[in-house]
């Protein structure tokens, strides 16, 4: 049967602890079925196997990104890719992996299947965030999972003037607001007491955390709409106090009073390789045990 996918990329979670034997394996299968392989530069140069293989540049062709590791290691290839990132198939060498197809026990049966085009595209949302002091821009990209803004090191309240589409919402008195995908409405959000959205909905979610009023619940935004948070609090009155802007679990930078962060749904979206079209349900149930009763 011909290929669907002929020229795969292979990345991996930089400090997997078996990382040379999964990678090894890896490599091994996609070379069976006759693709052209491709490794990632920065993280496996000292994977003995992969060195006869070339290296993967943001301008290679690639038809198809397999990533080994957890949650973390795909939101760190959004983050990092160009525009055109490929459709990621996921192996899991994670904790929950609640973003990956397959397990790493299955891969040797299932990645054939993929490269024939057995399985199925899904889309996922991002959404653009900027950040900006006064006529500087702090920064200009994008999450798949959330944008959180939180204190620092010292706990004290914020104060977050937040409006939609320019009119007013509120201003949360909290220790912070996320800024979550419904694909990141089962990570951070979730853990903040923020509802479960289904990934196909276009949405953001706004989730305080802690805030200080009985009023101010998680809200769910159509995604046609934007959010503007501005810190409307001093947050330098004490040393070492912070206010922060961290995306998606990883990248971080440090807002002051008056600091604004923008955000909308992204025209870009990300596309995963799937082994059917709609297992979200069923990854609910699996993995985050959703709705399951405590047995007497």
Excluded at 86 to 92: A, H, K
Excluded at 180 to 196: D, E, N, Q
Aim: glycine fraction near 6%; include cysteine.
């Amino acid at each position: 049967m011909p290929l669907a996918y002929k020229n795969v990329g292979v990345t991996v979670k930089s400090d997997l602890p078996d990382k040379n034997e999964a990678v090894e394996h890896v490599f091994s299968i996609l070379c069976k079925e006759g693709v052209a392989v491709y490794a990632d530069p920065e993280r496996m140069e000292d994977v003995p196997c992969v060195k006869k293989h070339p290296q993967f540049s943001p301008k290679t062709p690639l038809d198809l990104l397999v990533v080994i590791g957890g949650d973390g290691t795909i939101l760190r290839v959004v983050r990092e890719m160009p525009e055109h990132l490929p459709p990621i198939l996921s192996i899991n060498k994670g904790a929950i992996g609640f973003l990956a197809e397959i397990s790493f026990e299955e891969a040797h049966a299932l990645i054939p299947h993929f490269l024939q085009g057995k399985g199925a595209i899904e889309e996922r949302q991002l959404l653009h965030i900027s950040a900006h002091r006064k006529n500087k821009k702090l920064f200009d990209g994008h999450v798949l999972n959330e944008a959180v803004i939180a204190q620092g090191a010292i706990a004290r309240l914020l104060d977050l003037k937040t409006e939609i589409n320019h009119e007013p919402l509120t201003t949360f008195h909290a220790d912070g607001l996320i800024i979550a995908t419904p694909t990141g409405s089962t990570a951070y959000s979730l853990a903040a007491g923020g509802p479960i959205v289904h990934p196909k909905i276009s949405a953001m979610i706004l989730t305080p955390l802690n805030a200080h009023s009985f009023a101010q619940k998680p809200i769910v935004i159509p995604g046609n709409q934007s959010v503007r948070v501005e810190v409307n609090k001093k947050v330098n009155k004490f040393l070492d106090t912070e206010v922060s802007l961290t995306l998606d679990g990883q990248a971080y930078f440090t807002l002051l009073r008056d600091d604004v962060v923008e955000a909308h749904v992204s025209d870009r979206k990300v596309k995963f390789l799937r082994r059917a079209e709609d297992t979200f349900y069923g990854t609910l149930r699996t993995k985050l045990k959703w709705g399951e009763r405590l047995e007497d």
